[in-house]
């Protein structure tokens, strides 16, 4: 009998534990920095359609926001996370990853960057996140805009 009650007890203990940490961890993910509705993050000088040579020179531009570097907590501001051929991530409550060529971020609150792309077609996108890489809510993105590369 002290074996299957403390089987029993190390089951519940164990269950206990991991329902707390995922209350836990939920609360943690969906903690999102408030950003104004109207807040916009768009490419300067580059166009959706637009024919380029590499590398290139991005200028990111922000409205009805702030730019601070990544670790810097002041209401209403962020920094830039570029995506490059890819989606931005489906589950907006956690850190933006970093993908090697595919998502870099600017996270000392750069607002311009020289890239290297091959020659062909690739998408970008631009998104806006808080202090600790997360998406602002509601998320502050640019358009997907399609440029070409001239070989």
Request: net charge negative; glycine share 8%.
């Amino acid at each position: 009998m002290l074996d299957s009650t403390r089987n029993g007890f190390v089951s519940l203990a164990l269950s206990t534990f991991i329902a707390l940490s995922a209350v836990s961890y939920g609360a943690i993910a969906a903690d999102r920095t408030a950003a104004p509705a109207t807040a916009k993050v768009y490419f300067i000088d580059l166009k959706d359609g637009a024919t380029v040579k590499s590398p290139l020179t991005l200028h990111f531009g922000l409205t009805g926001m702030g730019v601070a570097p990544a670790g810097i907590v002041f209401e209403n501001t962020g920094h830039h996370h570029l995506f490059i051929d890819t989606p931005l991530p489906p589950d907006a409550s956690l850190p933006i990853p970093a993908v090697d060529g595919k998502i870099v971020h600017f996270g000392k609150g750069q607002t311009e960057a020289t890239i290297t792309l091959a020659p062909g077609k690739h998408t970008l996108q631009l998104q806006l996140a808080d202090a600790k890489h997360t998406a602002h809510d509601p998320v502050v993105a640019s358009d997907v805009i399609t440029i070409t590369v001239a070989p």
